[in-house]
């Protein structure tokens, strides 16, 4: 077989492998949502990931904080933006079906907030909001790490995302609140 035939073998193989993963992974993690309080209690998760949670905060870190509080919250309000502009060019560009659309195994939770899943908006904003916070205010990990990792599982098991468009999600958000950190607040790292 030449270089070029082995590659390409290669990458399709790694391909469909990545894919069933995702499939079996999201499989796996809906599979708990057929049950009512486990899906009530994960849309509630997601209703609250959808900004509520993360604009109550936003408004908390001025009074408990002063002026390093609303200078997190604004840093918040910036990324969340860019977060939206980014999710948002991916999903057009990349067009991935969410799960429940590709597979008729796959329950659909609750209603999405558009059509494609990659990569998760919601754990993008969770892992950028949370690293912000945590970077400056490291006591509200008690809170926000259980609380992310929640609004993560809850858009695999409502069946809107699969692990990668999470994870992918996930490793965006932190990156961004890295570089947000580094050149808007440098005196705090």
């Known amino acids: 077989m030449s270089p070029q ?7 399709k ?3 469909n492998r990545l894919n069933q993963w995702d499939i079996n992974g999201c499989l796996y993690l809906n599979s708990f949502c057929r049950k009512q309080a486990v899906n ?3 849309k509630i998760i997601s209703r609250l990931g959808d900004g509520v949670f993360w604009y109550s905060l936003m408004c908390v870190l001025p009074v408990l904080y002063g002026r390093s509080g609303m200078e997190v919250s604004l840093l918040m309000l910036g990324t969340g933006t860019l977060c939206v502009l980014i999710y948002k060019q991916l999903k057009s560009r990349l067009v991935r ?4 659309i590709r597979s008729s195994l796959i329950f659909r939770g609750c209603a999405p907030l558009d059509r494609y899943s990659f990569p998760s908006g919601h754990t993008m904003h969770a892992a950028c909001f949370t690293t912000l916070v945590l970077w400056h205010f ?3 990990s008690i809170l926000l790490v259980p609380f992310s990792t929640l609004v993560a599982l809850s858009r695999m098991v ?5 692990p990668t468009d999470v994870l992918c999600g996930a490793a965006l958000g932190m990156l961004l609140a890295g570089a947000a950190n ?4 440098p005196g705090f790292i």
Do not use: A, D, I, N
Not at 5 to 11: A, R, V
Not at 97 to 100: C, H, M, T
């Open 158 to 162: 409502l069946g809107l995302h699969y």
């Open 182 to 185: 580094y050149v808007f607040l």
């Open 13 to 15: 193989t790694m391909s």
């Open 97 to 100: 079906e969410r799960p429940f």
């Open 138 to 140: 490291p006591e509200f």
């Open 5 to 11: 035939k082995t590659s390409t073998f290669f990458s």
């Open 40 to 42: 009530h209690f994960f």
